[in-house]
Nanobody, 125 residues
Framework: QVQLVESGGGLVQAGGSLRLSCAAS????????MGWFRQAPGKERDFVAA????????YYADSVKGRFTISRANAKNTVYLQMNSLKPEDTAVYYC??????????????????WGQGTQVTVSS
């Protein structure tokens, strides 16, 4: 059974940084791609970033490009989202997701197979 557990959320002032972690278990994830999504109150869930576990190739939403970095630690089965220069509009619940056997990094949440429970990020102005 695949389990994704996010951590690292919290309250930070604008301009600050946070690092989110997603601990994955229950599979060998070398054939997966991993994504981060976020959902603000009253809004749809949006794509943030994705990474192919095997190659490390990445893709970012325009809104976070240059500020956020997605990475993975193979030995720990963990994916990270380093968030710098945070803005109030980054406030949301952030979710980790896994997509099996994909060679294309997808921005659509509907294509992901497994999801974590989410972690709250709040950026104050």
């Amino acid at each position: 059974q695949v389990q994704l557990v996010e951590s690292g959320g919290g309250l930070v002032q604008a301009g600050g940084s946070l690092r989110l972690s997603c601990a994955a278990s229950g599979r060998t994830f070398s054939s997966y791609s991993m994504g981060w999504f976020r959902q603000a109150p009253g809004k749809e869930r949006d794509f943030v970033a994705a990474i192919r576990w095997s190659s490390g190739s990445t893709y970012y939403a325009d809104s976070v490009k240059g500020r956020f970095t997605i990475s993975r630690a193979n030995a720990k089965n963990t994916v990270y989202l380093q968030m710098n220069s945070l803005k109030p509009e980054d406030t949301a619940v952030y979710y980790c997701a896994a997509r099996y056997a994909s060679t294309v990094l997808s921005t659509s949440g509907a294509t992901y197979d497994y999801w974590g429970q989410g972690t709250q990020v709040t950026v104050s102005s």
